[in-house]
């Protein structure tokens, strides 16, 4: 049983920053993989960022938003620069521990690839 909890998620102006963070708990060890997906009403979930010993960003995101990771923590984290209103989601956490024998990272980007998901935590943009 794994946990995965977010946070950080708020209201801003376009062009802002806005850090979110996402913890995970229940289980030993850390995730083979961890991504980031989000979901704006009216509209399907979809990919925003990826991180297993590298990266994978949705081009929408690419240059403005950073995924990172704290092993030690147990956390995963998204670092939004340059908000559009295009961002405007509510953002969730997912986390798969079983190995990918992938050489490429972009299978980050499929859903059905983690077994377990966080709530999410709403990011709210405004012009």
């Known amino acids: 049983q794994v946990t995965l909890v977010e946070s950080g998620g708020g209201s801003v102006q376009a062009g802002e920053s806005l850090r979110l963070s996402c913890a995970a708990s229940?289980?030993?060890?850390?995730?083979?993989?961890m991504g980031w997906f989000r979901q704006a009403p009216g509209r399907e979930r979809e990919f925003v960022a990826g991180?297993?010993?590298?990266?994978y960003y949705a081009d929408s995101v690419k240059g403005r938003f950073t995924v990172s990771r704290d092993n030690a923590k147990n956390t995963v984290f998204l670092q939004m620069n340059n908000l559009k209103s295009e961002d405007a989601a509510v953002y969730a956490c997912?986390?798969?521990?079983?190995?990918?024998?992938?050489?490429?990272?972009?299978?980050?980007?499929?859903?059905?690839?983690?077994?377990?998901w966080g709530r999410g935590t709403q990011v709210t943009v405004s012009s």
């Open positions: 229940g289980r030993t060890g850390g995730a083979y993989g």
């Open positions: 991180i297993t010993w590298s990266t």
């Open positions: 997912s986390a798969t521990y079983q190995v990918k024998p992938r050489y490429s990272s972009s299978w980050l980007a499929e859903s059905d690839k983690y077994e377990y």
